[in-house]
């Protein structure tokens, strides 16, 4: 599902990805807190009394941290939003890049009826009918897109699906650096349970926003077919 997440226009696009701000950073706060635990860096039994022994802990604790928060972070926002997209739908097209012939073949969505879409998108499926098969339709989407974007429906979709979107790609980036501590560093022991807890997330955030993506692709043009019953 291609929905271009930069050219902001007005107050409601800006807030877009204001998720980056808020949800994302306390979602790797909680996962790099659960990797510190199921490692054994951070224990929560106080037995030992030494008091040079805790601070050392407490200052290892926090390079760890702050290098894990770090690094995924980093590694996150340089991600090109192309590469987060293939992260989710690997060798497959993206809904939106087939959903005008896909509707043809199996319309997923009881708002509207298919002899509504092939009314009112008559142009679109001339232009595609004369163009090579398997032609991206991604553009002949996005300009409806474009005109109903800032709607509350397609906006908070869209917000869902990039936050979700953006969260596997960080699990992608914690496992890749959580690897890298424990080989390259040696800095933290190896822990099965979390490697199994990234895995296991990293494959419902993939399925999560796989389903969410196609949601925003059907919102969009279930709220431009039904706009003028609306008004």
């Known amino acids: 599902m291609c929905i271009r997440d930069s050219d902001m226009g007005d107050s409601t696009e800006k807030n877009l990805k ?6 994302l ?12 635990v199921t490692s054994g860096e951070l224990k929560f039994d106080s037995q030992d009394a030494n008091v040079f022994s805790f601070i ?7 390079a760890v ?9 980093i590694f996150d926002s340089i991600l090109p939003p192309i590469f987060k997209v293939k992260l989710i739908f690997w060798w497959k097209k993206q809904p939106s890049c087939t959903i005008f012939t896909d509707m043809l073949k199996n319309l997923q969505d009881n708002r509207f009826t298919l002899s509504t879409v092939l009314e009112k998108y008559n142009d679109i499926y001339v232009i595609i009918d004369n163009l090579p098969k398997g032609i991206d339709q991604t ?8 005109r109903n974007r800032s709607n509350p429906i397609v906006f908070g979709s ?10 596997h790609a960080q699990m992608v980036m914690l496992m890749v650096v959580y690897v890298a501590l424990v080989l390259v560093t040696g800095l933290m022991d190896f822990s099965e ?7 296991f997330m990293i494959g419902a955030l993939n399925v999560g926003a796989r389903v969410q993506g196609k949601r925003v692709v059907y919102n969009v043009l279930s709220v431009d077919i039904n706009a003028k019953k609306d008004e």
Do not use: V
């Open 158 to 167: 869209n917000r869902d699906y990039l936050l979700l979107r953006d969260m």
């Open 139 to 146: 553009p002949y989407w996005y300009s409806i897109y474009e």
């Open 193 to 199: 349970p979390f490697i199994f807890y990234i895995l």
């Open 25 to 36: 950073k306390w979602f790797l706060l909680a996962n790099i807190l659960l990797m510190l």
């Open 56 to 62: 050392s802990e407490i200052i290892s604790i926090t």
């Open 18 to 23: 204001s998720y980056r701000n808020s949800e």
């Open 65 to 73: 941290s702050s290098c894990a928060y770090i690094l995924t972070f």
